[in-house]
């Protein structure tokens, strides 16, 4: 199935061809502004119809882009079809009038402005190929996918981003579950909100959190996912085990969407949480937006404090999250997830300082029997130690790497009473745990060696392998399907406090 395309409401005006960072309309005017700034080069007779054909093309697809609105990346094609237009309807217009052909000047004088020309349209593309619109995988498992967002408020807990002592607790969070196929005409559910409002300001709010202009990820905001929004639940599969995940730093519930869905083609229910006042942006049901209140103070020391600060609230958020599903599931029989949910079997997951938030949670938390931690540095206490079998996922370390990361992340490990497993995945990096390679530049420092799909594609298989192990106790060699994604080290998880690994494997 191809994608749903971004764009307008249904995603047919843009929706990007398979292999190519262009749509059809794009890809329409693109040829005919070449046709244009080529016609010039062209045999006498060939030149006045394909001149007329070339300028027809360009200002169709250019008034079909218009539609969605164009894309920054594709502005020099409208600017040098409209230049070449004139001189290439020139000699059409003089014949038709009736007028002598102008005297041509030599070829050797419109070189400059060919290449020119040419090479402005070629940066075009080029650019579209290096902040596209994002295009998902295909979830590989039995399930289509579903999903629904939530909001909960905690009247146990203020507020403690704002003074207001009536101020609780909110969280809002994305559900991706197994559903019931839908018709390939049903549109997609929008890949960074609910409708293209949220989704422009939640892209706007990232943007600027990393310094980038928003234009630049103008893309990301017109995709479309994989998953429909509110589709029926999937008649198959019993109870879904659970795994709610808790984004980066100023990170949106969104920004893992192609793990989240392969894990709900496969029978799992994913719930992603926002964090206000710590995500990027969210966006209440009140009608406020509430943008990230944290940031680096500049000394180290307290930094440490406020990250422990904030991973405890996340932690506090998770298990918070975990009542409301349980809840949802023993409650009103009217929810179609009603009596779907399978609250015994329940991982937490998290990217960066996500995955200190997963940590945290399962030491406070006994509900949670897995964790995932995607390359997160372990904020906050080390004590109690953990009970929980433990994934963690983390890029090569090299010399820019933090020097206290492995030997923090070691001792977690260490002192975890079940059987942990530390995965480092040779050609990732930090942003390889999530969306971003399916949309950011193909930078290697950035977004890893991986590929833009291999990327998802690895962290979904490994982390569906120590899922389907430690929820679903499949009989599969865990250790033999890790080692196959990078060098495994394995903490056996014996009470004494001597461990052993078995690693690095693979």
Not at 30 to 51: I, N
Not at 54 to 61: E, H, V
Not at 345 to 373: E, K, N
């Amino acid at each position: 199935m191809r994608q749903r395309g971004p764009g307008s409401q249904d995603g047919r005006v843009t929706e990007t061809l398979p292999g190519l960072p262009l749509s059809l309309p794009e890809l329409l005017a693109l040829l005919g502004a070449l046709a244009l700034v080529l016609v010039r080069w062209l045999p006498a007779a060939a030149r006045p119809r394909t001149a007329v054909a070339a300028g027809a093309l360009l200002l169709l697809s250019t008034a079909a882009l218009a539609v969605p609105g164009l894309r920054w990346q594709l502005l020099p094609v409208p600017a040098v079809g409209a230049l070449a237009l004139p001189f290439a309807l020139s000699p059409v217009l003089r014949r038709w009038r009736g007028t002598r052909p102008a005297r041509r000047a030599p070829r050797w004088l419109a070189l400059p402005g060919t290449a020119a020309c040419l090479g402005l349209l070629a940066a075009g593309p080029v650019a579209a190929w290096a902040f596209p619109v994002p295009v998902f995988p295909e979830p590989t498992g039995e399930f289509a996918v579903g999903t629904r967002v939530l909001q909960w408020t905690d009247p146990q807990r203020p507020e403690t981003f704002t003074p207001d002592p009536d101020d609780h607790r909110t969280v809002v969070a994305q559900l991706w579950y197994p559903a019931v196929p839908s018709p390939a005409s049903t549109p997609r559910a929008p890949y960074l909100g609910r409708t293209p409002q949220e989704a422009r300001t939640v892209s706007a709010a990232l943007a600027q959190g990393v310094g980038l202009p928003a234009f630049l990820v103008d893309g990301v905001p017109r995709a479309r996912s994989r998953a429909v929004f509110d589709a029926p639940v999937a008649s198959g599969g019993g109870r879904f085990p659970l795994v709610l995940f808790s984004p980066g730093s100023g990170g949106v519930r969104t920004q893992n969407t192609a793990w989240a869905e392969e894990l709900a083609s496969h029978g799992y229910l994913v719930a992603a949480l926002d964090h206000p006042y710590d995500s990027a942006a969210v966006l209440l049901a009140d009608g406020r937006t509430v943008t990230s209140a944290t940031s680096s103070s500049g000394n180290a020391d307290r930094d440490a404090e406020l990250a422990a600060d904030w991973t405890a609230i996340r932690a506090a958020d998770l298990g918070f999250a975990l009542t409301r599903l349980d809840a949802l599931d023993h409650g009103e029989r009217s929810d179609p997830l009603a009596g779907r949910l399978d609250t015994d079997r329940v991982a937490v997951a998290g990217h960066s300082m996500g995955g200190a938030a997963a940590l945290q949670a399962a030491r406070r938390d006994p509900r949670f029997t897995a964790v995932i931690d995607l390359d997160g540095f372990p904020h906050g206490p080390t004590t109690p130690a953990l009970t929980r079998p433990v994934l963690a996922l983390t890029q090569a370390l090299g010399p820019a790497t933090d020097p206290r990361y492995l030997p923090r992340l070691t001792e977690v490990l260490d002192t975890d009473t079940a059987t942990t497993y530390r995965l480092t995945v040779p050609g990732a990096a930090h942003l390889t745990f999530m969306d971003g390679p399916l949309y950011l530049p193909p930078f290697p420092p950035l977004t890893g060696t991986l590929g833009r799909t291999g990327s998802p594609r690895l962290v979904a298989a490994t982390t569906l392998a120590f899922l389907d192990t430690t929820l679903r106790h499949h009989p599969t060699d865990l250790a033999r399907t890790l080692a196959t994604y990078g060098d495994l080290t394995i903490h056996q998880g014996e009470p004494s406090g001597a461990r052993g690994t078995a690693g690095p494997r693979g």
